[in-house]
């Protein structure tokens, strides 16, 4: 079993940027492949970026923040990152962690383990 934990969330303006960080707890953290999800007020959770179990992991981002945002891991230290940069008002949301199993998660039925979520706001 995983337990993430989720930081780095705030309020930021827009064209701005912050570092989220998902600290994992648990055996072989770097056997799970790592996602970052959100959800906004009123709207269903949506992926944001993924990142396979695999040595310098293979990534993928929604269309949304494709070139905004970046996904990484540093196996040893159990955590992942997501750097966000350029961020928009639409860029706000609560932020959630995943690991998932085999396959990289890209939708929330994928998803084994959440982390409690963090919130992000970008004030216009």
């Known amino acids: 079993q995983v337990q993430l934990v989720e930081s780095g969330g705030g309020l930021v303006q827009a064209g701005g940027s912050l570092r989220l960080s998902c600290a994992a707890s648990?055996?072989?953290?770097?056997?799970?492949?790592m996602g970052w999800f959100r959800q906004a007020p009123g709207k269903e959770r949506e992926f944001v970026a993924g990142?396979?179990?695999?040595?310098?992991?293979?990534?993928y981002y929604a269309d949304s923040v494709k070139g905004r945002f970046t996904i990484s891991r540093d196996n040893a230290k159990n955590t992942v990152y997501l750097q966000m940069n350029t961020l928009k008002p639409e860029d706000t949301a609560v932020y959630y962690c995943?690991?998932?199993?085999?396959?990289?998660?890209?939708?929330?039925?994928?998803?084994?383990?959440w982390g409690q979520g963090t919130q992000v706001t970008v004030s216009s």
């Open positions: 648990g055996r072989a953290f770097s056997s799970y492949d």
């Open positions: 995943a690991a998932s199993w085999l396959v990289t998660p890209r939708s929330p039925g994928e998803v084994y383990y």
């Open positions: 990142i396979s179990s695999l040595s310098g992991g293979t990534t």
